[in-house]
């Protein structure tokens, strides 16, 4: 059921990035993944260096407008993120980190340093 709830996810945002979608929609599954991905990497010392910052989070769900309601059909762990981190943990979190750390790719900073 997780994997496809993930696979579905993926599958929308390819098709919004391919299909010219409103911003808004974009927005929406942009603050979906990147924030589960945070979640990931930043809790349970997956990544010991740095953690979560859940206001960061928070904001950036809201930003999207997406409700708790909403994220209630996500899973906690997914099992994409959660096969690339047992691939190979270190490159996962080098990826975590330039995406989502201070100076990240992600328009907003969802990790910092502990």
Same mark, same amino acid.
């Given at each position: 059921?997780? !994997?496809? /709830? /993930?696979? *579905?996810?993926? *599958?929308?945002?390819?098709?919004?990035?391919?299909?010219? =979608?409103?911003?808004?929609?974009? $927005?929406?599954?942009? =603050?979906?993944?990147?924030?589960?991905?945070?979640?990931?990497?930043? $809790?349970?010392?997956?990544?010991?260096?740095?953690?979560? /910052?859940?206001?960061?989070?928070?904001? #950036?769900?809201? *930003? =999207?407008?997406?409700? $708790? #309601?909403?994220? $209630?059909?996500?899973?906690?762990?997914?099992?994409?993120?959660?096969?690339?981190?047992?691939?190979?943990p270190s490159e996962f979190?080098?990826? =975590?980190? !330039? !995406?989502?750390?201070?100076?990240?790719?992600?328009?907003?900073?969802?990790?910092?340093?502990?």
């Open positions: 059921m997780k !994997r496809k /709830i /993930i696979v *579905a996810v993926v *599958a929308l945002q390819v098709t919004l990035m391919t299909s010219g =979608a409103a911003f808004g929609q974009m $927005s929406f599954t942009d =603050a979906v993944m990147n924030t589960m991905w945070a979640n990931f990497a930043g $809790s349970h010392n997956r990544c010991p260096r740095f953690q979560v /910052i859940d206001k960061a989070v928070s904001d #950036e769900l809201a *930003a =999207a407008g997406v409700t $708790s #309601e909403m994220l $209630s059909n996500f899973p906690d762990q997914p099992q994409l993120l959660l096969d690339q981190y047992n691939e190979d979190c080098a990826k =975590a980190w !330039r !995406r989502l750390g201070p100076n990240g790719t992600y328009k907003r900073q969802m990790l910092e340093a502990k």
